[in-house]
């Protein structure tokens, strides 16, 4: 609820109030969708205007506005990203907003996001392969390999310039990968605290065995897995860009330098080919970040995450810190 009331006291009456002629827009309408209950799970055609009118958001929003921006319990972004591209509009997503959002992921300049994201896509764009070990408190190194084909790195930076469809997720700064091969080991902390081990081959979860916490927890992980597979695939590898202080949300905190993320779920709208159809059940087909970061996981740390890029090698973070490498390249040295 504190978010939804920001949303609409930041955003709404924001825009209201002189903020849409100071653009030179119009419109500024609210509307309202069922909670999806996932994240990027598509959306219901059912929505509903201010005064409670229902509404379609085929018919009735999305060919009549521009920009549409989202502000959302769950995120939407892979499924405004199919929409953008079917009715022509350009959009921005964030998925919860707080002050410290508000006062340092959205009060940047993104020219500056944009150009340093660039630089930092340029550093591993083309890569074969990233190796990520994770030094967990019991002594045990845990490794996950991933398989990227030396495909072109893509960066979320924040800017929909021109005419072209496109949705940025806010706040933006990273560089990402679809993966297309993974295997090996990492760690996961639950929502309830409870650790476990995953295990994947083939690019999928296979597993999980529990290090501390609830058994029940690591049963229902397991359970899912068997019951509906595709929920258990990699489909993103995001590495943060941005110096931004922790939000305690995980929409600006994997975009901070010096953290990474892994995806499981869909990655249609990241150019990937892991599509809602392919899952069991439509609930199922959500695309959800695991964030690797010193205040979200503090029970095991990214020790090392290495490139290979032909017979390159670089180091890309050491203990939740951006090497030389990536260093460089912000400055323009590399």
């Not at 959205?106 to 890569?127: F, I, P, Q």
Request: overall charge negative; some cysteine; charged content about 25%.
């Amino acid at each position: 609820m504190t978010f939804r009331k920001k949303a609409y006291e930041e955003f709404y009456l924001g825009l209201k109030d002189g903020g849409l002629e100071a653009l030179g827009l119009t419109g500024g309408e609210m509307f309202a969708y069922p909670m999806t209950y996932g994240s990027n799970l598509d959306l219901k055609d059912e929505c509903y205007d201010a005064e409670g009118h229902q509404l379609s958001l085929d018919r009735d929003i999305y060919p009549n506005y521009d920009i549409i921006l989202c502000l959302s319990t769950f995120s939407a972004t892979a499924p405004l990203t199919e929409k953008c591209k079917q009715f022509g509009f350009r959009g921005a997503t964030m998925h919860g907003v707080n002050d410290i959002i508000l006062n340092s992921g959205l009060a940047v300049d993104y020219n500056e996001v944009s150009a340093d994201a660039e630089k930092l896509r340029l550093a591993m764009t083309g890569a074969d392969s990233v190796e990520i070990d994770f030094a967990l408190e019991d002594g045990r190194v845990l490794t996950a390999w991933l398989g990227l084909d030396g495909q072109e790195a893509q960066k979320s930076h924040g800017l929909c310039q021109g005419r072209t469809p496109d949705v940025a997720n806010l706040p933006a700064g990273e560089v990402y990968f679809v993966p297309v091969d993974a295997r090996g080991q990492f760690p996961m902390k639950y929502a309830d605290g409870t650790l476990g081990v995953l295990d994947v081959e083939n690019r999928n979860i296979v597993r999980s065995t529990l290090i501390e916490g609830d058994q029940a927890t690591i049963d229902a992980h397991n359970q899912r897995l068997a019951d509906d597979p595709m929920t258990g695939t990699l489909g993103e590898l995001g590495f943060g860009t941005q110096v931004l202080p922790v939000s305690g949300a995980d929409i600006q905190d994997e975009k901070v330098l010096g953290t990474c993320h892994l995806a499981t779920g869909r990655d249609d709208h990241l150019g990937g080919d892991i599509v809602p159809g392919m899952f069991k059940k439509h609930e199922n087909s959500t695309h959800d970040d695991i964030l690797f970061a010193p205040h979200k996981t503090p029970n095991f740390n990214i020790a090392q995450v290495r490139m290979k890029r032909g017979d390159q090698h670089e180091i890309l973070i050491e203990n939740f810190r951006p090497s030389e490498y990536l260093l460089s390249a912000l400055r323009g040295e590399a």
